[in-house]
DNA sequence: AATCCGGGGAG
DNA sequence: CTCCCAGGATT
């Protein structure tokens, strides 16, 4: 793995930040430029958020960027800019649960606390042959003490980082390959033939679908752009003007200027273009958008949660992908 | 205890 | 399409 060996306590808080349910392969460019723009956690907490914002764009789990920086401002200001070292204090921080307080503790300052991520829960539940759901409470205290109780003592950050290793390359979700696997002749799972039925999960996700309307609004060289708040997807990026509807609405000119009057007393608008209907997956919605251009000759009275900003702006705001995927394909934002 | 938060890759 | 990813916060 890219970051083996480092001792630097930012460096891996950070790392282990942006990997939280996050491929190493997605998440090591945004952890390079991160290290690059911010080497040090005082760097950090100097920045502006939206600078922050915008590198983070297009990772996802946007809260996890604002807790970052509640915490690098947190150890600037109450710690004297030491990373705290140990496990509680860690632990105290925003954004650090157990799986990170245990890893930044083990490889940073070598403390016997076992990480239990999503490799550890597999590896424990195969090699002891243990049908207990991981997504239960009780069966994540199992599997944590359970955890604490195989791991090393005397080299806790080595064997942490070792049976994440295995997990990720030996012991994986699909076709893992027990037919090399050192572990084969004790592991509980394998002599039962039940390597392929653990761990067990019990909890199914529903998809909702949600219909969203941007209004991309015009006045001269300026757009109209919102920050979206907390309690949603999409916390703290930006996006234009959004009408939520229930069902898929077909628009046609008529339509589109009667909603205009209607909600913002828009009248003098010019309905330029509206767009396909774009789709994006998340884990837990579905996300379909259609985006309709309006030219404006004065902006509207009623218009105010949001901000006009320059067009030549707007690269330097964090996005959602559905937005940025419009935008790249849409000429008037091309720069 | 239940629910929510993104985006991408693999099968 | 489904599942998972070096999880955590909120209610």
């Given at each position: 793995?890219p970051?083996k ?8 808080w ?6 939280q ?9 945004y952890y390079e430029?991160?290290i ?14 939206q600078?922050?914002?915008k590198l983070w ?30 496990y509680e ?21 070598q ?6 991520d999503?490799?550890?829960f ?12 991981i997504?239960?409470?009780a069966g ?7 955890a604490?109780e195989?791991?090393d003592?005397?080299?806790p ?9 295995f ?11 027990c ?11 394998f ?45 703290n ?26 909600q ?5 608008g010019?309905?330029?273009?509206v767009?396909d209907l774009?789709?994006?997956?998340l ?24 901000q006009?900003?320059?067009k ?7 996005f ?6 419009w ?9």
């Amino acid at each position: 793995m890219p970051w083996k060996g480092e001792k630097d306590a930012y460096k891996i808080w950070l790392s282990e930040i942006i990997l939280q349910q996050t491929r190493v392969e997605q998440g090591w460019n945004y952890y390079e430029r991160f290290i690059k723009n911010y080497p040090n956690i005082g760097a950090l907490a100097a920045a502006k958020d939206q600078d922050v914002f915008k590198l983070w764009e297009g990772l996802g789990y946007y809260n996890r960027c604002k807790n970052l920086l509640h915490t690098a401002r947190t150890i600037v200001n109450e710690y004297n800019g030491q990373f705290p070292n140990d496990y509680e204090t860690i632990l105290s921080l925003k954004g650090i649960g157990p799986y990170t307080a245990a890893a930044i503790a083990s490889f940073a300052f070598q403390l016997p606390y076992a990480v239990v991520d999503g490799n550890v829960f597999r590896v424990l539940s195969r090699y002891f042959n243990i049908a207990e759901a991981i997504d239960g409470t009780a069966g994540k205290m199992r599997f944590t003490h359970l955890a604490q109780e195989v791991l090393d003592q005397s080299q806790p950050g080595i064997y942490n980082q070792a049976i994440m290793d295995f997990g990720a390359t030996v012991c994986k979700p699909f076709a893992p390959s027990c037919g090399i696997c050192p572990l084969q002749k004790n592991c509980q799972a394998f002599a039962n033939g039940l390597v392929n039925e653990l761990p067990v999960k019990e909890k199914k996700l529903l998809k909702r679908k949600r219909w969203f309307n941007y209004f991309f609004f015009e006045h001269g060289a300026q757009i109209y752009i919102h920050q979206r708040a907390q309690g949603d997807i999409w916390a703290n990026l930006h996006e234009f003007y959004l009408v939520e509807s229930p069902d898929q609405v077909v628009w046609n000119n008529a339509s589109v200027m009667e909603l205009l009057q209607d909600q913002l007393g828009i009248q003098t608008g010019v309905l330029k273009e509206v767009s396909d209907l774009l789709v994006q997956q998340l884990t837990h919605q579905q996300i379909k958008a259609r985006f309709i251009q309006v030219v404006l000759t004065k902006k509207p009275a009623l218009l105010t949660k949001g901000q006009w900003v320059d067009k030549k702006l707007i690269n330097q705001l964090a996005f959602p992908k559905i937005i940025l995927q419009w935008m790249e394909n849409a000429a008037p934002l091309k720069i």
